[in-house]
């Protein structure tokens, strides 16, 4: 359904037009709102109702035929550090580029109906919120007069970017509207799905124990399970007031305790220190006491730090709390519904009988999360979740997707939803993009504001990323340009964007040589799956990985000859 918008542009106080007079003049500070009315559904389901969707503009650096730079905070309210402070700012000074910043429907003052009932969320898809963004770019490709305060080249090149959820957007942009953005940067992208979502705590365990404290800390969230479980409210009451939270129930006692444990785990890593260590580990690396009292005084340091009061720690640990309340503004509920409805990603306990070492309770399971879905949302929200329907559907969106530089840290939380899991890279080849694993690096690290603390291998990654988009923007589409980049020392010689096959590169010391190709798991998961790849991301993962291995064991990296191995060329996707 074709949708002719017409774009207001206004701060709080009065409505901006890009007039003469004010194209000739500097640039609107970065904090300066402007707004494009959006179709409630682009898809013709709301009888033609509009709204008004919120974006920021950094014009500072702009120069006729540079880049725009489109991003959005995702799950946030939409904020001119976006574009004013991050890894995005400098590479829009290098490349004389303009920055716009455009906040998600349902999000912030950007919000397509009056509240957020289960009715009104209704028009929260995948779908709709892509077209939203689309529908901006088309304009500012076309009329860019009518969407920024100073004059833009028309059908200037598009550059998408974000992290985290907002790097799915990026990806799925590329992907659904190449004609539209030439190019996505999408760090930390958690484009997999995962109903059963352990692997993040799995994920805090590895960074926990890199710092040296993971076992204590496992045995303090044994410890206080023990206390959850045990149906004893004078124990229950004890414990809470050791910790500092609130008189909560076990479940609800357990859910604040594994938030407020992994807080510091999305913090960045740099060279001036890691955020875990001094938050958490620091408590347990104190022998005097027990695990016990060494959980306590972490989670009370964590409360303190963050300023958080009783209150506070009510609404983040109370899920009962809202569920009859559809008010604008709030955020988790924004969060939940997507959680509901998308992609799980239900950050629950490792199964009792996995014998993985778990960071939460047990009282943190599916049932914890999925009971509310329907009370919250009604009844007509499916529990579970079809995570396996969202994955073929938009995970498999990306398979073949040129264009996109994937980012992901060693230490994300997230990882393991990622495509640079700790299986390995669960994308198949597809031509022009490229993944990077950052060593030691959290989530979405690459994308913060550029910093003397910087690690190494974040500063190596940011310049491939820049180099990529930088050569990106000056080259036709199809072309294939050959870089020799000197990065903090490492010659890395590739293709750009055009490769002919999808590229892996992890900043970190290399392993030994598989001597065969792990194909067998991998056919006996398409064999189980009716030949959905989707459903196998670690057996496609490892099929990949020592398929490579093996041919640069065998043949050298130059070589496309199979060696033999049926590995080596990838099965077509289903």
């Keep these: 359904m074709h949708i002719t918008f017409a774009f207001l542009f206004a701060t709080t106080a009065a409505v901006i037009s890009c007039n003469a007079a004010i194209c000739a003049s500097a640039p609107p500070a970065s904090s300066t709102q ?66 716009v910043t455009m906040e998600h429907r349902y999000f912030g003052a950007s919000n397509p109906m009056p509240d957020l009932s289960g009715a009104s969320l209704r028009f929260l898809t995948i779908e709709n919120a892509l077209a939203d963004f689309a529908a901006f770019i088309r304009v500012a490709k076309r009329t860019p007069s009518s969407v920024f305060p100073i004059p833009v080249v028309a059908n200037a090149r598009v550059i998408f970017g974000g992290g985290s959820y907002s790097g799915n957007v990026a990806a799925w942009m590329r992907a659904k509207y190449p004609d539209l953005v030439l190019g996505a940067w999408a ?47 004078t124990q229950l009451a004890s414990m809470q007031a050791k910790f500092g939270i609130p008189a909560l129930s076990a479940s609800d006692s357990a859910g604040l305790l594994a938030a407020l444990i992994t807080i510091y785990s999305m913090t960045p890593v740099t060279t001036a220190g890691d955020y875990l260590g001094s938050g958490v580990c620091s408590f347990f690396g104190n022998t005097t006491i027990t695990a016990t009292d060494a959980y306590a005084a972490a989670v009370r340091s964590t409360i303190q730090q963050a300023g958080l009061t009783q209150q506070a720690l009510i609404q983040i640990g109370d899920s009962s709390l809202g569920i009859d309340n559809y008010a604008l503004g709030q955020v988790n509920r924004v969060w939940y519904y997507m959680s509901c409805t998308w992609f799980g990603n239900w950050q629950i306990a490792p199964p009792r009988d996995s014998r993985l070492k778990g960071y939460r309770s047990q009282l943190v399971n599916m049932a914890y999360f999925q009971t509310n879905c ?30 996109v530089f994937y980012t992901g840290g060693s230490l994300d939380i997230w990882r393991d939803t990622t495509i640079t899991t700790s299986y390995g890279t669960i994308l198949p080849p597809a031509r022009g993009s490229l993944a990077v694993l950052i060593d030691g690096a959290t989530h979405a690290q690459d994308l913060g504001a550029d910093s003397p603390s910087d690690l190494a291998s974040v500063r190596r990654a940011r310049s491939l990323g820049d180099a990529l988009v930088i050569n990106h923007s000056e080259q036709s589409e199809g072309n294939s340009v050959l870089l020799a980049l000197e990065l903090d020392g490492h010659m890395l010689l590739l293709l750009y964007f055009f490769l002919p096959r999808f590229t892996h590169m992890n900043y970190q010391s290399p392993s030994s040589t598989q ?51 049926e590995a080596c060329e990838a099965p077509s996707s289903s």
Excluded: M
Aim: net charge positive; proline share 5%.
């Design 187 to 233: 760090s930390s992208a958690i484009v997999y799905g995962r109903l059963q979502n352990y692997q993040f705590d799995l994920s805090f365990g590895r960074h926990l124990a890199q710092l040296g404290c993971a076992q204590r800390v496992s045995q303090a969230v044994s410890e206080v399970d023990a206390i959850l479980l045990s149906n004893n409210s």
């Design 374 to 403: 329907p009370k919250k949302f009604g009844s007509g929200v499916p529990v579970p979740v079809d995570v396996a329907a969202y994955n073929r559907k938009w995970f498999s969106n990306l398979y073949g997707v040129s264009n």
């Design 515 to 565: 001597s065969r190709c792990d194909y067998e798991p991998l056919q006996r998961c398409l064999e189980r799956n009716s030949g959905d790849r989707s459903k196998c991301p670690e057996e496609w993962a490892a099929f990949v990985q020592a398929c490579q291995k093996k041919k640069q064991a065998e043949t050298g990296a130059s070589s496309r000859s199979s060696a033999g191995c």
């Design 34 to 99: 402007y707004w494009i009315t959006q179709p409630v559904d682009h898809f013709g389901g709301a009888g033609g109702a509009t709204w008004q969707q919120q974006y920021l503009v950094n014009a500072t650096f702009y120069r006729p035929g540079g880049p725009i730079y489109v991003s959005t905070p995702g799950e946030s309210p939409v904020n001119a550090r976006y574009i004013d402070k991050s890894h995005f700012t400098s590479l829009a000074q290098r490349t004389n580029g303009l920055l």
